[in-house]
């Protein structure tokens, strides 16, 4: 197949944005869709955060390149005008299955037939959606973790219809955009570094909700104890906390009441983690990269 050189990326939150931007820091032509202009303007600020980052982190982003990169990306909330040259798609849009599911039936009649679709899911499997896409052959998983730049995988996950060339394609893809590559060989929710994660970030919330340790203290122990860099509620705080609300709505009783109390306490508050400048801890605004 022929090398994928223009990209749409669905959903400009902490990761749709992160890949967008990485997409275009790598030269290709890429398309920033969400739902409406003023969530767009919004993102704006974003890129222009992560341009910053990459100047003062990332090898040769200071020599203008990080800034160059953000002429590479145009903003749509029109569907059809953000698809409509699409070589690939990649939604990173909420955890929310019906949601994915009819996004996926409207870009099936707007985007042209040799578009690629891939999610970016944390916890579904791609079987779960590639019947709504209109072309299960050329979909697939393509999940990356937080910070893209400094944290450069790319799980790469089909279904039984995917095609292989296609598959391989998003491989070739992935490492064109400065990722490494992880091909996983048969489906499963949560990839492998959601496979490993997740349960620990599941038995810090259930340290929590039991009145065992505030965040702080299980974050220190964490830290302190296995050398980690950050502990769980840190990852939570970047990851964001409306993925961590949609994921665990929809596991166990535990999890449901972290969910309520993440809700209740963070959510209806506007703390949405390290985005917003607030979340389990407080960040600077220049943090906010996602």
Known sequence: MTRLTTVTVLGTGVLGSQIAYQAAYSG?????????????????????????????????????????????????????????????VIEAIPEILDLKKATYSALSGLAPLRTIFATNSSTLLPSDL???????????????????????????????????????????????????????????AGYVLNSLLVPFLDAAAELLIDGIADPETIDKTWRIATGAPAGPFQIYDVVGLTTAYNISLAGGPKQREFADYLKTTYLDHGKLGVATGEGFYRYPVSASVG
């Open 28 to 88: 290709f032509t890429v398309t920033a869709y969400d739902i409406s202009d003023a969530v767009l303007e919004k993102a704006r600020g974003r890129f222009d955060e992560l341009a910053s980052v990459y100047e003062r982190t990332v090898a040769g982003g200071a020599n203008g390149r990080a800034t160059r990169a953000l002429d590479n990306v145009t903003y749509s909330s029109d569907l059809g005008d953000a698809v409509k040259d699409a070589d690939i």
């Open 130 to 188: 590639m019947e709504s896409t209109g072309r299960p052959d050329r979909f697939l998983a393509l999940h990356f973790a937080n910070e893209v730049w400094v944290h450069n995988t790319a799980e790469i996950m089909g279904t039984a219809k995917t095609d292989p060339a296609v598959y391989a394609t998003v491989v070739e893809f992935a490492r064109d955009i400065g990722m490494v590559p992880i091909e996983l060989k048969k489906e499963k």
